[in-house]
């Protein structure tokens, strides 16, 4: 792991380094590009060809889509302190979004036209779960629970076979859990090649939901504008502020937990406010890295994608948050710290505040969804929610009264801009 020192005269360089390194090499993005080329031309050839390569899943376009009656046994073998965690999980996270769901709305405006908005679903989601070195079984609910509520007609669900060459159980059971049933063992680029373009078996969706390796958000990336895409959740992020109030084995134990994932570009950050801190942390990391059972993953990220950094203001910690834009904050800091903190930092996925809230909560429990923009999207997504499932529609009905009120500005404004038609529109229904 490296330290950096906010008032290094370098500092602003080696920053941008680390923001950086979350981006793909070219390596990436030229073989995401010619797997979605062949999937767009050779369908379901190129789909299975890609699935074995990468899955080793020998599947062919009959065997794509896993029989429903598979969910529902899944559910029936998985233990049954599983299925009520899983029910526990679906509950919060059900819970927190069904306040997000926004209702239709219709008033006068000042020309005393009607005015409003309608809210509909999108016809067909695609949901990529991702399940290769991990099953990520809380994926399923942090997506498909929230198209759920949504009303989404169409609710399509992409992941990979594990090692076993099997669809892990409880990624199955959490589909049945959320009452989704169209499911397909295909994972990577070509589950989201197959998504946006389509093959003779895998309908196209009309957008795609759901976090993935560094190669699957290149290609939603590459993919968008054939299809929506919710964000860019790439490999996972988390960035730690702390100060001397914060349990260095706490912070140690959340840098790690993130770290863990396995795909090698997962970043992890402390940002220490006094050097104690810094150097009370870095010693933790080392002793309970060499405990998990991921150890030589998490040993990759600590020498390619961790950073120290060195402040000594809550102000300076601001500016590299907001700059960095983590997935994934935690404010371990003294509770007068925190308003100030939470109101100065505007980029972050998630705000995870005091020593007793791990960035695992949200992973898993709390409530909101785990789907968050990474590799500084933050800047500009925010993290999955039920609003990105439904289509907003402005609805406009004048009459002839309303119309005449507002002809002034539609000739000014159709002079200004030397579109006569733009203004013969209005004016001729008032002749």
Same mark, same amino acid.
């Given at each position: ?38 999937? $767009? ?23 794509? $889509?896993? =029989? ?64 290769? &070195? ?19 007609? &169409? ?29 397909? &063992? ?110 030589? &993953? ?24 907001? $700059?960095?834009? =983590? ?11 925190? $308003? ?32 968050? =923009? ?58």
């Amino acid at each position: 792991m490296r330290t950096l020192h906010f008032e290094s005269p370098d500092f602003g360089n080696e920053l941008a380094d680390f923001c950086r390194s979350a981006s793909p090499p070219p390596e990436i993005t030229a073989s995401v590009e010619a797997i979605l080329a062949a999937i $767009r031309t050779d369908g379901d050839r190129a789909v299975a060809h890609y699935a074995a390569k990468f899955d080793g899943a020998k599947v062919g376009p009959g065997d794509f $889509r896993v =029989p429903p009656a598979e969910l529902a046994a899944a559910s029936r073998r998985l233990p049954a302190a599983d299925r009520r965690a899983m029910a526990e999980a679906f509950g919060a996270v059900a819970e927190f979004n069904r306040r997000g769901l926004p209702k239709d709305w219709s008033a006068r405006n000042r020309h005393g036209a009607r005015v409003g908005e309608k809210f509909d679903p999108i016809r067909r989601v695609g949901l990529y779960i991702p399940g290769g &070195q991990v099953p990520l079984v809380s994926t399923v609910l942090m997506t498909a629970t929230l198209a759920k509520i949504a009303r989404c007609p &169409q609710i399509a669900a992409f992941t990979p076979v594990g090692a076993e060459g099997r669809v892990s159980d409880g990624i199955l059971a959490a589909l049945h859990l959320v009452g989704v049933r169209e499911l397909y &063992q295909i994972g990577g680029v070509q589950a989201i090649g197959a998504m946006a373009y389509g093959t003779a078996s895998i309908p196209a969706v009309d957008k795609i939901f759901g976090p993935g390796n560094a190669y699957v958000c290149e290609a939603k990336r590459q993919v968008f504008g054939t299809v929506g895409v919710d964000s860019l959740p790439g490999p996972s992020e988390v960035m730690v502020i702390a100060d001397n109030s914060a349990r260095l084995d706490f912070a140690a134990a959340d840098l790690l937990a993130q770290a863990e994932h396995g795909s090698g570009r997962e970043r992890i950050c402390l940002v220490a406010l006094t050097e104690k801190v810094a150097a009370g942390v870095a010693a933790e990391i080392e002793v309970q890295g060499s405990r998990l059972s991921r150890s030589s &993953q998490v040993r990759k990220v600590l020498e390619e994608g961790c950073v120290i950094i060195r402040v000594r203001t809550l102000a300076q910690a601001a500016v590299v948050a907001n $700059r960095v834009a =983590p997935e994934h904050l935690e404010l371990m800091v003294r509770d007068g710290a925190i $308003r100030r903190l939470t109101r100065s930092i505007t980029t972050a996925g998630a705000i995870m505040i005091g020593n007793w809230t791990p960035t695992v909560l949200g992973d898993f429990a709390a409530g909101p969804s785990h789907v968050l =923009p990474t590799a500084g999207a933050g800047r500009y997504f925010s993290g999955l929610r039920l609003e990105d499932f439904l289509r907003r529609t402005s609805v406009i009905r004048y009459d002839k009264n309303s119309l005449r009120k507002a002809s002034p500005v539609i000739a000014s404004f159709s002079a200004l801009e030397s579109l006569d038609g733009h203004g013969h529109s209005a004016a001729i229904r008032l002749e």
